[in-house]
């Protein structure tokens, strides 16, 4: 049993073991070739088949270099199955921080990971020059001439396939730095299911190609494609569409575009971290009043009454703009709306918390002189008041909390607030062994 899943192992590599000593490439640019001029024939171009010959011929000369490879394979048992080619180079690199180990093939490079097994691909020569693109039209012609759609079926599932790999390639174009050419292709994955016959709205791929394009500073290619976002009604995670609308108003200049991005962001997710940092710092830099933050978001709580998360962005707000009692008004309304919502109580604690630091800070930049020493005295019972003040909203918090990584985070708060209250009563030393050992286990 186990020859024979070996040898079927070895034929559906093959197509990569050609590939490498140039056979499986003058097979398929054969087959394209003769495809060609099939549909250069005007009474076989009149044939829905010839186009759909002609665009798998394509789709076979673009996957030649890769053959029937899978991300995940062995290490060797990829060697063997490669039919004893070796690579011409071998080398260690660094993608994305991470260590490969970079094996080079005359028309591929493969990477493996730690682990020995494949992660990544990276084509180096192609059997047919934009083999995709031509496929792409090819599957287009032949949606034109299928005119009673006998074939339609098959010629959106070519033209999706096609989407698939550019979106492949976008990726890998991705992690290997290549940030332009990712936008270019994850663009025209979005293109190429967009028009008839498949029609459908790629929208994440438009988003990936707007995202990587304002990573490399591109805002002009950026802007429209997130404005085409928008109107496919793809606003990102959290409205990120309109937090990178309104980013790229900023570096224009062009306050009033900026200002209304995020308005309109604001409105649909008023939760958006980004989206709120981006309103408090238009406030703080524009002079503007931010009266018109807090009307926005009181008609959010009219259509929202019991959405507590309403509450903590006013706090944040609040806490950035200065107005800190009001700031620990709405964390508690926050907790009063909805008990079980950690973020009220930890956005209180953590305004206790900074404030303790700052106080810790001004005690130390003091002198020694007697009214310094005074002063200080005065401070530390600030600091021990804010500091117990912080400590039993992290601690509601830790209880009400169900998300692990966000329980672990929180315990880390309680365990450093009653560690720097021991000596104030024995109840924090209490309360911090309890703690450590909870820290402990989650590490």
């Known amino acids: 049993m186990k020859k024979t899943l070996l040898l079927v192992a070895l034929l559906a590599a093959m197509p990569l073991a050609n590939a490498q000593d140039g056979k499986n490439f003058a097979a398929v640019r054969n087959a394209v070739a003769s495809a060609e001029k099939n549909a250069e024939n005007p009474k076989k171009a009149e044939n829905v088949a010839t186009w759909t010959k002609l665009a798998e011929s394509y789709m076979s000369a673009y996957q030649a270099p890769i053959g029937n490879i899978i991300l995940g394979m062995d290490r060797n048992e990829l060697k063997l199955l490669l039919g004893g080619i070796k690579p011409t180079a071998t080398e260690t690199v660094q993608v994305q921080g991470q260590n490969f180990t970079k094996e080079t093939y005359p028309a591929v490079n493969l990477y493996f990971g730690e682990n020995g097994q494949l992660a990544m691909t990276e084509v180096t020569e192609q059997a047919v020059e934009n083999a995709l693109e031509k496929a792409l039209q090819a599957y287009r012609k032949a949606s034109a001439v299928d005119t009673k759609g006998k074939k339609t079926a098959d010629i959106v599932a070519g033209i999706k ?32 299911v967009s028009e008839a016959p498949v029609n459908t709205l790629d929208s994440l791929s438009m988003y990936n190609a707007g995202f990587t394009a304002w990573m490399v500073q591109n805002y002009d290619r950026a802007k429209p494609i997130f404005e085409k976002c928008k109107a496919m009604g793809y606003y990102g995670t959290d409205g990120e569409v309109f937090a990178k609308l309104a980013d790229i108003a900023q570096k224009a200049k062009d306050g009033a575009a900026e200002k209304a991005a995020l ?8 939760q958006s971290q980004s989206i709120i940092i981006g309103l408090i710092n238009y406030y703080i830099n524009s002079g503007e009043d931010p009266k018109a933050l807090f009307e926005l978001l009181e008609k959010a709580r009219q259509n929202e009454p019991d959405n507590a998360s309403l509450y903590s962005v006013e706090g944040q707000i609040r806490e950035k703009l200065g107005e800190t009692e009001k700031a ?71 209880e009400v909390t169900e998300e692990a990584a966000l329980k672990a985070d929180i ?16 109840k924090y030393m209490e309360i911090y062994e309890q703690f450590q050992k909870v820290v402990e286990g989650a590490n």
């Open 161 to 192: 396939k096609i989407g698939e790999y550019y979106n492949s390639e976008a990726t890998n174009a991705y992690y290997f730095n290549k940030i332009e050419k990712a936008s270019e292709l994850f663009e025209l994955a979005a293109n190429a």
């Open 411 to 426: 315990a880390k708060f309680v365990k450093d607030i009653a560690f720097r209250l021991r000596d104030v009563d024995p």
């Open 263 to 270: 308005q309109e962001g604001f409105e649909k997710f008023p």
């Open 328 to 398: 620990l008004e709405a964390y508690h309304k926050c907790s009063e709306v909805d008990p079980k919502y950690p973020y009220g109580y930890t956005g209180a604690g953590l305004l206790y918390y900074n404030r303790a630091d700052a106080i810790a800070q001004e005690a130390q930049s003091l002198g020694t002189s007697r009214e310094d020493i005074r002063k200080y005295d005065e401070l530390i019972k600030e600091w021990e008041v804010a500091l117990g003040n912080a400590l039993p909203e992290f601690q509601k918090a830790y």
